[in-house]
């Protein structure tokens, strides 16, 4: 009985598109059932794109659990909105037809470890416990972690846990490149630089204690500028990030960079890390081109000098400058061909410093691995986000592709940042599309 009422209920839904709810608990959505190919986005052959839902909001990172609920944590909430959506599909067409809102806390990091919800603000990390199959976790709210960085700068969030009982969290750098007037023509910069004593880099946590308080003996790792996409590879046990790059090499360095520079440079970087790394920022970027870290106009480059940047770790692969790594994740699931198993997916925000160049990036691309390391060339899985046109500020793309996660069946999931649109990405090898 409790199957059928379901069912009604959610063909009331498909049929007048939007339910008033009786309590938060089971309050719907309207479901957008998207056909295989029906979707505008472009996937490799035999890939289909369902859409999940629309219009969220602006969705950041998501998780989902075992029993197929999506957890959506928004950047921004108004007053009477809880700043987590949860979403349920109980037909099976892959389209939520449940959906209901929790906790009080904007941001971008979520995931599920341990039978909890985790979620992160821009100071705090905190965890609720999931209860059976209820569709909302407790109310009972714990803090894991009071973190530094939530006044200002790349104050987002994000982490991801290891096997053994910890917690790795990205805080972001405060500046572009730790000047003295920070984002100023011609300001040199700060050294040493004070910020990465708490900021620019990765610090390590447990992954259960309360109430912990950030210390410089926790960094776990230092010279990131900011990681919003963060994970741990399971299948090599090792830490993975990918960084955005700094910004403004020509306009408050015009004399020593080109605009036509600029637009690619310096590289967004995909990293391995390890306990100890310094990876350089501010004092270095790295320049995908030449494969090789220099010194920062700040600090006295011009493009070609390297001196103490020898010594910074450098990436496994370098992308072009300004494409926005937002989320990682390593693809664990069978129902994909053998070629992404232990790959690494990568969503792209997008650019939006090319001075008026088209803007780039705002794509999902899979980075080929096995044991950890890097086997070819990365490739591009999904595209067009932003429309068939061209784009010169990212507030004109119809869609930006910001959080990644893996469903229990193999599924690959995306969740864009502008209208909280979400895709579900199924193979089919029976047909071609």
């Known amino acids: 009985m409790k199957l059928l009422t379901q069912l009604l209920f959610s063909l009331l839904c498909l049929t007048f598109l939007a339910c008033q709810p009786a309590t938060e608990e089971t309050q719907a959505t309207p479901a957008y059932a998207v056909a295989a190919d029906d979707d505008h986005l ?7 794109a369902v859409v ?18 999506i957890f959506v944590h928004l950047s921004n909430r108004t007053e009477d909105e809880k700043a987590i959506v949860v979403l349920r599909d109980t037909t099976g067409d892959g389209v939520a037809d449940i959906r209901a809102n929790y906790g009080d806390y904007p941001g971008t990091g979520i995931e599920i470890h341990k039978n909890h919800l985790y979620f992160a603000s821009k100071s ?4 609720a416990p999931l209860e059976g199959d209820n569709l909302l976790p407790s109310n009972e709210i714990d803090t894991i972690a009071k973190l530094e960085g939530g006044e200002g700068g790349h104050s987002e969030k994000t982490f991801t846990f290891d096997d053994s009982g910890s917690m790795y969290v990205n805080v972001g750098s405060l500046s572009n490149a730790c000047q003295k007037e920070r984002r100023t023509a011609g300001s040199k910069g700060v050294m040493p630089c004070v910020e990465l004593e708490t900021r620019g880099g990765i610090w390590r946590f447990s992954d259960e204690a309360l109430n912990q308080e950030q210390t410089l003996d926790m960094r776990y790792a230092t010279g990131i500028r900011n990681a919003v996409a963060i ?17 403004d090499l020509h306009r408050f360095w015009p004399d020593l960079f080109t605009e036509d520079q600029n637009v690619n440079l310096p590289a967004e970087e995909f990293m391995l890390v390890n306990e100890g790394d310094d990876f350089g920022w501010p004092y270095c ?12 106009p700040e600090y006295g480059g011009d493009g070609s000098i390297v001196e103490q940047c020898s010594d910074a770790k450098t990436p496994l692969v370098g992308f072009p400058g300004h494409w926005g790594p937002n989320d990682l994740l390593f693809y664990q699931g069978d129902q994909f061909p053998e070629k992404y198993k232990g790959g690494a997916f990568i969503a792209f925000h997008g650019s939006w410093n090319r001075l008026g160049h088209a803007q780039d ?8 691995m096995k044991d950890g390391q890097v086997t070819g060339d990365y490739e591009v899985f999904a595209d067009a986000f932003i429309g068939a046109d061209e784009i010169n500020s990212p507030g004109e793309a119809k869609y ?16 864009d940042s ?14 071609s599309i």
Not at 231 to 247: C, E, F, I, K, T
Not at 403 to 415: Q, R
Request: hydrophobic share 30%; charged share 25%; glycine share 10%.
């Open 42 to 48: 472009t996937l490799p052959d035999q890939f289909d």
């Open 52 to 69: 999940v839902v629309d219009s969220l909001g602006r969705g950041r990172h998501l998780a989902v659990r075992d029993n197929g609920d």
């Open 124 to 127: 705090r990390i905190y965890r």
């Open 231 to 247: 994970n741990w590879d399971p299948m090599s046990d090792h830490l993975y990030v990918a960084q955005h790059g700094r910004d």
């Open 285 to 296: 970027y790295y320049d995908q081109n030449q494969g090789q870290r220099f010194l920062n």
């Open 361 to 368: 990036g705002f794509r999902v691309v899979f980075v080929p």
């Open 400 to 415: 930006r592709p910001c959080g990644l996660a893996e469903g229990p069946d193999g599924s690959l999931y995306i969740c």
């Open 418 to 431: 502008m209208k909280g649109r979400i895709w579900r990405i199924v193979y089919n090898p029976e047909v």
